[in-house]
């Protein structure tokens, strides 16, 4: 039906299965496009994996047809597809940003199919595809033949259509087999590659991409982040030769509801690589806390060994949600992916546990009771009671902290146990730049936007391995393992005197690592020279 020329209501689909994109895609994208869309719709999302996905999503099954590849896509076009034959259907790639206005995908009810035009095309050749799959708009049935066409014979349709590799190619038969094209308005759906000035140049060891921010051209809705990279990889910044993106935090994300004190849901961040025997005492301490309203997402980052008997053993418990990352990262970027998955579904608070730590039985329960006597504060600490190193430094009473004052330059030291409220964490990330746990921005720019309360229960039980659990380079060497982190230990306490020119501690600090530096260097050097890979 259509309304003052306008189709009346819109099935948005998308299509999810393999690891490269999590159930926070698929959440995200909803709540981008319920943002911008007025027009009454209904998301629907075909996947073989509906673990993580927000309530409001109609997930349906993805099909064996014996179609693989992202070729998939294309039983869209199938008669009678999820059942709403001669209903609009929208069908959106993950990989996408919304930061305008979506009114205009319910135009042009009088065309049957509309689609944007492929920025990749060369109009004066006329060379490659006419149009974009990433968003077009279908009444479904109308154009069946494009399904039953291809089923007919799909190894011979990849043969002639196929792309690089044989998984992609289905923009090649969409072109090949719909005479003439209906476009969606220019200007609308635009690649973060070619339309948002955002590649820099590598000249003479200099990366212009430093310089500069990636910014939509007006008007843009739709920005496609086709290929590497993604929108996480921009958003807090430059990934390679392509620069920083400041519209991804400013629209990718889902907004966050508040519960009664009573209904609070806790969220729980847990990265692993390679360590799943070590599982198994952290999803216990879960499991025995006496407030029982949490969910934990368990991200395997790309391990090399099998995590589906510890996976299994806790399937039954609806609160876990596994998932394993489709390339290896690194711990920032494990718990980063956790965040985005734990705040897409919109629990209200959110703390991390390494593999191999637990939680005491009460810590939730504790939390709870904290958050109610002393509301207003984004950011709670409490104690460790596991393994203590000996510079270690608990907090002895309830009251407030500077994390720059009273921990960086005071007398608190030591692993805490950290909840963080999730309104405060939306565009604040940890910086997937270092692989290993190098937090201080992410501390520094949080406590920035909230207040912190420190109180004294014991909360967390830290345990103390060799290695880490991220892929890295494992033995006994201490040292900096790239020139990274020894410009970090710099970044961080200039960092602090922009913030604070009066923290006279900063200046101390970043005087003693100068004069630490040429050893650092040094060792730097050393082992890079020990690891003939490098």
């Given at each position: ?140 049935g109308s154009h069946a033949f494009v399904w039953e066409n291809l089923i007919a014979d799909f190894d011979g349709a990849v043969d002639r259509y196929h792309g690089k590799n044989r998984d992609i190619g289905e923009q090649n038969w969409l072109n090949a087999h719909i005479d003439e094209f209906n476009y969606f308005p220019d200007g609308k759906i635009v ?344």
């Open positions: 039906m259509t309304l003052d020329n306008k189709i009346d209501h819109l099935h948005i689909i998308c299509y999810r299965w393999g690891t490269k994109y999590g159930a926070e895609y698929v959440n995200i994208l909803r709540a981008m496009i319920a943002r911008n869309l007025s027009v009454p719709h209904t998301f629907h999302c075909i996947t073989d994996d509906p673990a993580g996905l927000h309530e409001a999503i109609v997930a349906h099954p993805l099909p064996d047809t014996g179609v693989t590849g992202i070729w998939r896509k294309l039983m869209t076009f199938s008669h009678d597809f999820l059942g709403l034959e001669g209903e609009w259907v929208v069908s959106f790639d993950l990989d996408l940003v919304i930061v305008g206005n979506l009114d205009f995908l319910a135009e042009q009810p009088d065309k049957t199919f509309v689609i944007g035009r492929n920025w990749s095309r060369n109009l004066k050749s006329g060379k490659g595809a006419r149009a974009s799959g990433s968003v077009y708009r279908l009444k479904v690649s973060f590659k070619r339309h948002c000035q955002a590649k820099g140049h590598r000249l003479l060891g200099f990366n212009t991409a430093w310089f500069g921010t990636a910014q939509p051209p007006e008007p843009a809705a739709i920005v496609s982040f086709h290929g590497d990279p993604l929108a996480p990889d921009v958003r807090d910044h430059r990934y390679g030769v392509w620069r920083q993106a400041p519209f991804v935090n400013a629209n990718w994300y889902v907004e966050h509801r508040l519960r009664p004190a009573a209904q609070t849901q806790f969220g729980v961040v847990i990265p692993s690589y390679n360590r799943p025997q070590d599982l198994k005492g952290a999803l216990d301490s879960l499991q025995a806390q006496s407030y029982g309203n949490w969910r934990a997402v368990i991200v395997n980052d790309a391990s090399t060994v099998d995590y589906s008997e510890i996976e299994n053993a806790y399937r039954d418990d609806p609160r876990f949600i596994f998932v394993t990352r489709y390339r290896n990262g690194g711990i920032n970027a494990a718990r980063n992916g956790g965040m985005d998955l734990l705040l897409s579904l919109g629990v209200d608070y959110l703390c991390f546990l390494d593999d191999d730590d637990e939680f005491v039985a009460d810590f939730f329960a504790t939390a709870l009771t904290v958050l109610q006597q002393h509301p207003g504060y984004g950011w709670y600490m409490s104690n460790n009671a596991g393994e203590r190193k000996r510079s270690q430094r608990d907090i002895e009473h309830v009251g407030e902290i500077d994390w720059i004052d009273d921990y960086i330059y005071g007398k608190m030291r030591g692993d805490k146990a950290h909840l963080f409220a999730a309104a405060a964490l939306r565009d604040i990330r940890l910086d997937e730049r270092f692989r290993a746990s190098n937090r201080w921005r992410f501390f520094i720019d949080l406590n920035r936007k909230t207040r912190i309360l420190g109180y004294p229960a014991a909360s967390i039980r830290k345990r103390y391995q060799e290695g880490g659990i991220t892929k890295g380079h494992q033995g006994q060497y201490k040292g900096p393992k790239t020139a990274l982190e020894i410009r970090s230990r710099f970044e961080k306490h200039w960092y602090v005197i922009r913030l604070r020119p009066t923290q006279w501690g900063a200046y101390k600090y970043l005087l003693l690592e100068l004069l630490k530096s040429p050893k650092r260097l040094l060792q730097l050097w050393r082992y890079r020279r020990s690891q003939p890979s490098l």
